[in-house]
């Protein structure tokens, strides 16, 4: 082979690779707003909901214990009890229930069960409660759990120790790390399916400031309450049709015309950066026809047109004449962001409830 045979298959490489780069290099993220589906579909005929708490089996009598680091013994706060953490829980589960309006009624019995169960005969007979207490659905906590320590935060420097190869890491700050592990259920009249939820999460806060933040520290307590709140919040978003922040991806461009079409599409204002996108998706130049290609797919998906946001997910994937590994698989995982989309507005279909005014 000759040096100018080769030279030329190497700058074919080189060429290859720039247009890669080119097109998927540039990808910016923004937050959207959304409307998301209940994790259980219930029947329009479904609107009194009995809430009971079931983990004092486990934990009622049990003080709060934390660990100063992860290498270090728990360490009981006796100002946090288990029993109060968990009624915060599930009071603001049945509050955030009660104040979107979803169902007619909500109540929270709390522990109101313990005085028909002990911890030697808890077996329930489902159907039988839904009669008793003369409600169309149930929702227990069953189990509460919060695994809390101070975690060590470190962040990269841009030093390299001259006896190693790695970069040195230097000590930013410290987090408080919560590790929640709940366990519900939920039972429906008229199904015979008992709904078992985990909801497990994984909190952070930022304790740069007061880095002894245990032992007799208010700070600490109501941090964990806030926590129990939290949680209770959102479990019960996740049993409503709700508005939740979610992050899409887009391609940017310096191109002038793609600059402005961008700051719309970061506004939110779709339809005037789609008057731009779509003309673009005929520029000469492919990088760009590609982006604006992607781009119009996201905007027709934010407009709630799912079929032509496929079509223009097509047309980006099938731009360049060579294969563009990088862009492909973004449109590839887009294209499954868009099937898994298009199944939770078919379950909002069956969700949405018409309450009136209220």
């Not at 009981?76 to 104040?99: G, W």
């Not at 929702?139 to 962040?155: A, C």
């Not at 497990?200 to 245990?214: H, K």
């Amino acid at each position: 082979m000759t040096k100018k045979r080769v030279s030329s298959i190497l700058l074919l490489l080189v060429i290859l690779s720039f247009t890669s780069c080119i097109t998927t290099s540039n990808m910016g993220s923004i937050e959207v707003e959304m409307m998301k589906p209940a994790i259980i579909t219930m029947s329009p005929d479904i609107d009194t909901i009995a809430v009971f708490k079931r983990d004092l089996y486990q934990s009622d009598k049990k003080t709060f214990k934390y660990f100063k680091s992860v290498y270090h013994d728990s360490i009981t706060d006796p100002a946090i009890q288990y029993r109060d953490l968990s009624n915060k829980c599930v009071d603001a589960m049945a509050h955030f229930l009660e104040k979107e309006g979803y169902f007619l009624k909500v109540i929270n019995y709390r522990d109101s069960m313990n005085v028909l169960f002990t911890v030697s005969n808890s077996q329930i007979y489902y159907p039988e409660l839904l009669t008793k207490f003369k409600v169309d659905a149930c929702i227990f906590l069953d189990y509460f759990y919060l695994d809390d320590y101070l975690k060590n935060h470190y962040s990269h420097s841009d030093v390299y120790n001259e006896t190693s190869s790695f970069p040195e890491f230097k000590k930013s700050t410290q987090l408080e790390h919560v590790d929640a592990n709940l366990l519900w259920t939920i039972i429906i009249k008229g199904d015979s399916v008992r709904y078992t939820c985990k909801q497990p999460d994984d909190l952070y806060y930022g304790n740069s400031v007061n880095p002894e933040f245990f032992g007799d520290s208010l700070k600490h307590k109501l941090l964990i309450e806030n926590t129990s709140v939290y949680l209770g919040n959102s479990f019960g978003k996740k049993l409503l049709p709700s508005m939740l922040n979610v992050f899409r991806t887009y391609y940017q461009s310096h191109n002038v015309k793609m600059l402005q079409a961008e700051q719309y599409l970061v506004n939110g204002d779709w339809m005037k950066a789609a008057e731009i996108y779509k003309v673009q998706t005929n520029n000469k130049n492919r990088n760009i026809a590609a982006k604006a290609k992607y781009n119009m797919g996201l905007i027709c998906e934010m407009e709630g047109n799912i079929d032509a946001a496929f079509d223009w997910l097509v047309k980006s994937y099938s731009a360049y004449n060579i294969q563009n590994p990088d862009h492909e698989l973004n449109c590839k995982q887009y294209v499954d962001l868009l099937a898994t989309r298009r199944k939770e507005l078919e379950r909002l279909k069956n969700q949405i409830r018409d309450n009136g005014e209220n």
